[in-house]
DNA sequence: AGTTAAAAACAGACCGGTTGGTATGGTGGA
DNA sequence: TCCACCATACCAACCGGTCTGTTTTTAACT
């Protein structure tokens, strides 16, 4: 892997672990095995272009996943029941939403850096979108699949915060259990 | 005012706009007017013994409010509706949540820190217990309480990020009109 | 009430360490 | 020869925290 991918992808996992300002570029640099001058080649406007650059990579990484779900099952129901259920296997498995999850980006970042707070809104709009056109494909207009994909971005990031804190996989089962109703 | 109150009350603000990492010492004590000779007379133990100072003033302050808004109204349904619409209003008027939210601490901290992930989930607790106690009384059964009270949860706190994402309050009002759906 | 001593509250200089960022120089391949 | 790529040394600014010393409040005793 090249340096730069490297680096995008050894700083994603620590910014979602530890936040933004919770990760020094030293650290970062230390993980990747590289030098500092190396970073700055690759990034010449530093700490927040990195942060960018792993938004939008975490983006991909995240549209990809959920796309692959979403078309694999053949209602809404069944794909985010499918989701949230890999997401807790996942949490389970080692103790963090690594991968799916940047609010600790969000609500640090949001009203300290409009380029950090807009890749994040475009991720949750991408998120939102891909649960929008399958719940359109299950026949619901306009308004209500957008209403109702809103409800379910927020109600699992949110449950994603409780898990976090209550270090336990309820609220995301609970979660899964209850959208139906939405439906 | 006493100082320490005034330090905490200084404190929960910043820490709540910028995260734990994103506020130094020397900030909040530049904004109370005060050394920090003072500030460490009060709280010897240092920044995370303020941060969970704050947690427990902002922990009183929010169930203060809750509860008063679900003492209010007769049905969980016309409070949630009540209370959102009083967080909708908060956010227009000054653009933050401030006073409400503290996911940006949570994510930040709940793997770096026991007693602060401990502060958060009673905090979550007590927010969830209260909508539970309603619901209780709505004639829903324990389990359905339980259930509902953490998707309120969860859904809310999510809408939350999601209006500091996108810079606007529709979130919340979408997720409000939901809400009748699940009870 | 007046004196005094102890304790609480506060001030500010100072500490080692780390932060994000820069400047310069080397190195290997085209 | 040139340039992308990387390494190193270095910087001022700031970090959380400690230190010593001063002011202010409290309480006890005569």
Known sequence: MDTKSLIIDVATNLFQQKGYKGVGLNEIIKACNISKGSLYHHFPNGKEELLIACLQLLNEEITKDIVEIFERYPTTREAAEAMISKLVENFEAEGTLTGYTFSSIVSEMASLSEPVRNACAQLYQKIQAIYMEKLLADGFTKDKANAIALMMTASIE???????????????????????KML
Chains 1, 2 share one sequence.
């Open 158 to 180: 949110g449950a994603m915060l409780l898990c976090l804190t209550q270090k336990e996989a309820e609220p995301l089962k609970i979660i899964s259990q209850l959208l139906p």
